[in-house]
């Protein structure tokens, strides 16, 4: 919605941008997971080649954005997405997108789940998840 007004008015600008670790401390990573892939442990055990192709594909996807941003933007006009091209071209470089694989951060992602649990538990399920909770890999 940012980059919408942005491209409808020269006079609105970003005074600043807001993220999780100005109000938990600063971290090398950042936590602000939007997006997540979730299965069952039966699923992980029947199709777990599947789900490396699925992880692949996001990353790829992902890759494919920061590296082609105009085309991307054209795609993002074309299935509906965004209506504005110039809308879609300024919001990619604001919105960070990049995949990470969940064991990579699991200290942010547990730091992440935590601001949910200290503000209401019921938020995550009335509890923190156990190390199960995140994806390795086989």
């Known amino acids: 919605m940012v980059s919408l007004l942005l491209s409808k008015d020269s006079s609105i600008h970003i005074v600043t941008k807001l993220n999780c670790e100005a109000f938990i401390g600063n971290t090398d990573k950042d936590i602000f997971a939007q997006t997540s892939?979730?299965?069952?442990?039966?699923?992980i055990k029947e199709y777990n080649q599947t789900i490396s192709l699925i992880t692949s594909a996001y990353s790829n996807s992902c890759k494919f954005i920061n590296e082609?941003?105009?085309e991307a933007a054209k795609l993002l006009v074309k299935h509906g997405y965004?209506?504005?091209?110039?809308?879609a071209?300024?919001?990619?470089?604001?919105?960070?997108?990049?995949y990470e694989g969940a064991f990579t951060i699991e200290r942010e992602l547990t730091r992440y789940l935590n601001i949910f649990y200290e503000f209401d538990p019921k938020s995550i399920?009335?509890?923190?998840?156990?190390?199960?909770?995140?994806?390795?890999?086989?």
């Open 68 to 70: 082609h941003p105009n």
């Open 89 to 98: 071209q300024l919001s990619l470089p604001l919105c960070n997108i990049r």
């Open 37 to 43: 892939f979730v299965v069952s442990d039966r699923y």
């Open 82 to 87: 965004i209506h504005n091209l110039q809308a």
């Open 125 to 138: 399920g009335g509890k923190l998840p156990n190390r199960d909770f995140i994806y390795q890999p086989q």
